[in-house]
């Protein structure tokens, strides 16, 4: 039987948190709740009780359920039934909460032992369902607690209320008990209080970075670019801001060489951040036509990138099998997330669109998470994909760019609305 207290005590450690407490020499004097409250201990139906001395009442708490379960106006039953245990806690879950009793922590299970907690107001029920009591265990509830006359196969019920409003006055333990709650609960403040400061610093943070992200906000209503813009392999004939006022026109072109003309970057720093624009295109009759919005590293461009984008394919089988061919023309929103760029390859994720002249792209980066969105209307925005990256150069610029990503090809013309930056939610 010591093994099952012990067991059962285990459980309760880790069950309920009232409070941790060291056995002491001392013991208090119980005593039950005022009966006045109307409130007696339930009892198991088809059990019978158990006539114990108070003292040995006091040391059977203490080895189920913990020296703690003392400290406190209590009363305790013990009780056998012929009943197995499951019948045992199948009648106290129909009974208990007829009876207004309401279950704190559900029934847990240990080799023949079943605990569970409920709670009517004040009072505070725990449940211990000892099933199947064997010779030894028969002997052990003798020797220790003075418990005769139980049979093999039967079961052993104890319960303990307590009233968690009236604990024991002028005890040590008690006291030990009051002043680890009151640790408790001021450490629980002083936690909060760091939270909540901790809550106004973060609070603070995204004010500011409210207020700073407005200044790189480009509608492209200036004849010229902003400072803070970076032109790479820049090809004054192939871009301006004059051919559709108010956009920025990017004629996209094959590749020279290795190079893509004409990306324009803009240094952003902070790790959670969304970047918006709007996107028109005319004259694109190739897959490799695209444009696009990307996180990229300053240092090694198209490293470590990730990216959503626009592109025209003609005549591309989307699908088959031996009976059908399905053949797509039209427009498609891509994602991309690759370690090298050149080729603007591999496609990640592809969704075909009606494209009815323009379309809003968004891409967000959350630590090290990256999302692609696109939307008709800038305000209804449908997922493309999302990518977890852990890059080791940190993607610390907004690219945009229209390119070809082969040498040959022709030439088209591709319009950036504005670039539009914000916090993610």
Known sequence: ????????????????????????????????????????????PESKLINIDQKDIEQVIEDSFGYDYLLYESSTNVSWTEDIGDSVQIKFDEMLPEDKWRIQSDWLYGEQVAVSEWRKGDLELTIAIIDNLNSEDLRDLKM???????????????????????????????AEIQSLNNTATAEAKTAAVEATQAAQVTA??????EQLLPK???????????????????????????NEPGMLHIMGAPRDGAQIQNLFGVRVT??????????????????????FIAFSPEENLFNDTVMIGLRYVK????????ADFEIYTGYQIYMSAADSFLTLDPIKKVEKIDYDGSVYLKLVRKGMEYEGYYSNDGKEWMLIDKYERDYQIITDQ????????????????????FIHYSIPE
């Open 204 to 209: 603070q943070a995204i004010i500011e970075l």
């Open 270 to 291: 902070d790790m959670d951040i969304e970047v918006t624009t709007r996107i028109e295109v005319d004259n694109v009759n190739s897959r490799y036509q695209r444009v």
């Open 398 to 417: 907004i690219i945009i760019g229209a390119c070809c990503g082969q040498m040959w090809g022709d030439d088209f013309d591709a319009y950036f609305d």
């Open 1 to 44: 039987m010591e093994r099952k207290t012990k067991q059962i005590r285990i459980i309760f450690i880790i069950l309920f948190t009232m409070t941790s407490c060291v056995l002491f020499s001392l013991r208090p004097e119980m005593k039950a709740p005022e009966d006045s409250s109307g409130d007696r201990i339930p009892l198991y």
């Open 144 to 174: 220790d607690y003075g418990i005769d006359g139980l049979e093999t196969g039967w079961t052993l019920i104890i319960s303990h209320v307590i009233d968690i409003t009236k604990p024991l006055p002028n005890m040590t333990a008690t």
């Open 216 to 242: 790189y906000n480009e509608d492209f209503n200036s004849p010229e670019l902003a400072d803070y813009w970076e032109i790479y392999n820049p090809n004054p004939k192939k871009w301006d801001l004059t």
């Open 315 to 322: 005549n591309e089988v989307i699908s088959h099998n031996e």
